[in-house]
């Protein structure tokens, strides 16, 4: 069977989520990852080729790159795995596309822009949640406000979190946060600072995180100043201030092998009914030196959902030519109304 694009990480939380979206929609992905028992499983569940080797092996990922005009790269975490298959979507003049979260990942890809360009390759990382709906929304806001000097965003969802993203999160839990000042991405403190944020219900407390859009909302915006919150329970935002002092331990081998077993310990990620009840809800402002504001607030199904959802869609358009070369955010390659077309999405612009 004809592949229609190759999907690494197939068989994690989050890959089982597109491969059953792209199958959905008619598409044939090349099942793909490490470990060849749970593809041959996987694939024979969903009546798909499948291919395993490890991305350190350069000449089998040319080979399975080669087979296709694009890869949607699922297996993280992305500060481990990312450079790898770019380094190979440039060899092989394959297009690029994953739903990292990770700062460092963004940057990477965005110093790849050059050669990016000269290869006719496209490089969009961040195709899902991380960061389709948040950038969406900082380019809405500048278009909004094109004077905007400042911009900050805000989040919460409900249904749970998956594996991956928890490991993601113990790995970079000693690293502190992120915000972007003067155009220079800049370490903050964790959990830096906290505010009140109305996503359309009231008051919420939302804390600052190291998101992604840190790094896209600049490149998408050309904004110098930008900070991301998310809604944290007070317990965990007391923990994330405790990292400040115990950083280094966290990062310890000991600490990370701990914190991994209970991470592997628990469930894959939430069920299909946690998914079907949850929803993201955003928010973000930009303001100028005037003192200007433009505020809108977003509204989209769970994160994993979209995520399936934005990333196999992405694809989609690749397929069909539109694969702008170069680095490229979610709002540059497809416009800041992109988020607007999957079901369950509503934008309000707040006067």
Same mark, same amino acid.
């Given at each position: 069977?004809?592949?229609?694009?190759?999907?690494?990480?197939?068989?994690?939380?989050?890959?089982?989520?597109?491969?059953?979206?792209?199958?959905?929609?008619?598409?044939?992905?090349?099942?793909?990852?490490?470990?060849? =028992?749970?593809?041959?499983?996987?694939?024979?569940?969903?009546?798909?080729?499948?291919?395993?080797?490890?991305?350190?092996?350069?000449?089998?990922?040319?080979?399975?790159?080669?087979?296709?005009?694009?890869?949607?790269?699922?297996?993280?975490?992305?500060?481990?795995?990312?450079?790898?298959?770019?380094?190979?979507?440039?060899?092989?003049?394959?297009?690029?596309?994953?739903?990292?979260?990770?700062?460092?990942?963004?940057?990477?890809?965005?110093?790849?822009?050059?050669?990016?360009?000269?290869?006719?390759?496209?490089?969009?990382?961040?195709?899902?949640?991380?960061?389709?709906?948040?950038?969406?929304?900082?380019?809405?806001?500048?278009?909004?406000?094109?004077?905007?000097?400042?911009?900050?965003?805000?989040?919460?969802?409900?249904?749970?979190?998956?594996?991956?993203?928890?490991?993601?999160?113990?790995?970079?839990? +000693?690293?502190?946060?992120?915000?972007?000042?003067?155009?220079?991405?800049?370490?903050?403190?964790?959990?830096?600072?906290?505010?009140?944020?109305?996503?359309?219900? +009231?008051?919420?407390?939302?804390?600052?995180?190291?998101?992604?859009?840190?790094?896209?909302?600049?490149?998408?915006?050309?904004?110098?100043?930008?900070?991301?919150?998310?809604?944290?329970?007070? =317990?965990?935002?007391?923990?994330?201030?405790?990292?400040?002092?115990?950083?280094?331990?966290?990062?310890?081998?000991?600490?990370?092998?701990?914190?991994?077993?209970?991470?592997?310990?628990?469930?894959?990620?939430?069920?299909?009914?946690? =998914?079907?009840?949850?929803?993201?809800?955003?928010?973000?402002?930009?303001?100028?030196?005037?003192?200007?504001?433009?505020?809108?607030?977003?509204?989209?199904?769970?994160?994993?959902?979209?995520?399936?959802?934005?990333?196999?869609?992405?694809? =989609?358009?690749?397929?069909?030519?539109?694969?702008?070369?170069?680095?490229?955010?979610?709002?540059?390659?497809?416009?800041?109304?992109?988020?607007?077309?999957?079901?369950?999405?509503?934008?309000?612009?707040?006067?």
């Amino acid at each position: 069977m004809a592949a229609d694009f190759l999907l690494y990480g197939s068989y994690g939380y989050t890959g089982r989520l597109i491969a059953e979206r792209a199958r959905e929609l008619g598409l044939s992905p090349l099942l793909a990852g490490r470990d060849a =028992r749970q593809l041959e499983a996987q694939a024979a569940e969903l009546g798909l080729p499948h291919r395993a080797f490890a991305l350190d092996d350069a000449a089998a990922l040319d080979a399975a790159l080669g087979e296709t005009p694009v890869v949607l790269h699922a297996a993280g975490p992305f500060s481990r795995t990312a450079r790898p298959m770019v380094e190979a979507c440039l060899r092989t003049g394959a297009h690029y596309l994953d739903i990292t979260g990770e700062i460092g990942v963004f940057e990477m890809a965005a110093a790849q822009d050059a050669k990016a360009r000269a290869a006719g390759v496209m490089l969009l990382p961040g195709a899902g949640f991380d960061v389709v709906p948040s950038d969406c929304l900082a380019a809405h806001l500048k278009r909004r406000l094109p004077s905007a000097t400042s911009l900050t965003l805000a989040f919460m969802g409900t249904g749970g979190v998956s594996r991956g993203t928890l490991t993601t999160m113990a790995e970079s839990a +000693g690293e502190g946060g992120a915000v972007r000042r003067g155009g220079r991405i800049t370490r903050v403190p964790a959990a830096y600072r906290s505010m009140e944020v109305d996503f359309g219900r +009231g008051p919420v407390t939302v804390t600052t995180i190291p998101w992604g859009d840190v790094s896209t909302a600049y490149h998408s915006t050309g904004i110098p100043d930008i900070q991301v919150y998310t809604r944290v329970p007070r =317990r965990q935002v007391r923990m994330m201030r405790a990292t400040r002092r115990l950083g280094w331990l966290l990062g310890s081998a000991p600490v990370q092998r701990m914190m991994k077993r209970s991470i592997a310990r628990g469930p894959a990620g939430p069920t299909p009914e946690q =998914r079907a009840r949850g929803l993201s809800l955003l928010w973000g402002m930009a303001v100028d030196a005037d003192g200007r504001a433009a505020v809108s607030r977003l509204r989209t199904p769970e994160g994993y959902t979209l995520t399936a959802r934005t990333s196999v869609e992405a694809v =989609r358009r690749v397929l069909a030519g539109e694969a702008p070369a170069g680095f490229q955010t979610p709002s540059r390659a497809y416009g800041p109304d992109w988020i607007l077309q999957f079901d369950g999405v509503q934008r309000e612009d707040v006067e």
